[in-house]
């Protein structure tokens, strides 16, 4: 081998035997291999070389350029892994087999709201769905029947991301797909559609005592053939009775939403205040809690489901107001403080 490359192979030994760190070793790479490194500049001597003798040196360039890269990749795993090994060696150890410390934590008040619903509805043969929380304008407007610039976006405002894709604002939002998804179902084997999908939303809202800019609601839908008011009036009803294990009143009116025809506004009356008034139902004695409807033509059609041959209902339950509701939690506000003393005092013995 020709003595400057020789030469230059013992140095970056002895360089990289020396090397602690990535960065460290990133410098050697650039000065041996980048373009004015010192692999490269022993290219230069090539002119005054015989052809015969320029195979062979050429040859021998090359080898040492694979030597060095290959050493280079080599000490920058064992660097990763010297590293990662130290991570860890800091690491407080974490033993499996520690008893648990009964005293700390509880279900979240809202958590418990939502099992006792889902084993309600799971009982009456509805599925669970998760949905994400960004979604599409579509997903959370247009399949609902709301074009853009419809008034009623103005009621749900909510935050926008750069690529155009929102936070969802209602778990209505996840109704096309649920529809899309189990129609093949409802039209071949004739299987109604019956899901829940509870999950966090997101407006911006100015909050009080009843408005959060984050809370969670839990959606319904039910679609066969002849599903009338009836059905949805049932529903609610069973639903209520086994969440508050006792009458509660309420009160059924009109409310418009463009993706039910007719549309409906099911109150409770109050029970931080038992229809008195106070700042938890803004002073009326009812609160706003599952707003609910048949579900609009134009919308099952955009779920690719007949609206001549399928009819269906759907509700949109505040599941943070009803947990409001269930452990008297007078202030919304207080759900979302994150609070462990707080949350526990509604919920230490669930
Ligand atoms: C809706 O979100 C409709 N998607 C509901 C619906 C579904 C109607 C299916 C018809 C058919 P609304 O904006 O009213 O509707 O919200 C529904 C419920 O969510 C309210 O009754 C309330 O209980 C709860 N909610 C709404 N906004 C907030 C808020 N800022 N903080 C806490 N709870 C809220």
Request: net charge negative.
């Amino acid at each position: 081998m020709n003595e400057n490359i020789l030469e230059l192979k013992n140095l970056f030994d002895a360089s990289i035997a020396k090397v602690l760190d990535a960065s460290a070793l990133d410098e050697i790479r650039v000065s041996y291999l980048g373009k004015n490194g010192s692999v490269t500049g022993l290219l230069k001597n090539m002119g005054a070389l015989s052809p015969d003798e320029r195979k062979t040196y050429g040859k021998d360039v090359n080898d040492l350029k694979n030597y060095i890269s290959g050493a280079i990749d080599e000490k920058l795993i064992y660097l990763n892994e010297q590293a990662l090994k130290k991570e860890l060696e800091a690491m407080p150890e974490f033993d499996v087999s520690a008893p648990v410390d009964t005293d700390r934590g509880s279900y979240h008040p809202i958590t418990l709201v939502q099992r006792q619903c889902e084993n309600v509805f799971r009982t009456m043969g509805f599925t669970i769905e998760d949905y994400s929380e960004i979604v599409t304008d579509y997903e959370c407007f247009e399949a609902l029947n709301i074009p853009k610039f419809h008034p009623a976006r103005d009621m749900q405002d909510t935050y926008y991301l750069e690529n155009g894709q929102l936070l969802k604002s209602h778990t209505s939002a996840a109704q096309n797909a649920i529809y899309k998804k189990y129609k093949k179902a409802l039209v071949e084997e004739g299987k109604p559609i019956r899901a829940i999908f509870p999950g966090r939303c997101f407006r911006n809202e100015n909050t009080d005592a009843c408005h959060e800019n984050t809370f969670f609601q839990m959606e319904g839908v039910m679609v066969d053939k002849n599903i009338s008011i009836s059905n949805l009036i049932f529903f609610m009803k069973t639903m209520l009775s086994a969440v508050f294990e006792k009458d509660i009143n309420v009160r059924l009116r009109p409310g418009f939403f463009p993706f039910v025809e007719p549309g409906f506004e099911l109150d409770i009356s109050c029970l931080i205040c038992g229809g008195e008034g106070c700042p938890s139902c803004k002073h009326s004695g009812w609160l706003e809690l599952c707003p609910c409807g048949m579900i609009h033509p134009n919308v099952l059609r955009e779920g690719g489901i007949d609206p001549e041959e399928y009819t269906g209902f759907a509700f949109g339950l505040g599941l943070t107001r009803l947990a409001m509701m269930k452990y008297g939690v007078k202030d919304i506000r207080d759900l979302n403080g994150g609070s462990l003393a707080n949350l526990a005092q509604f919920t230490e013995d669930k």
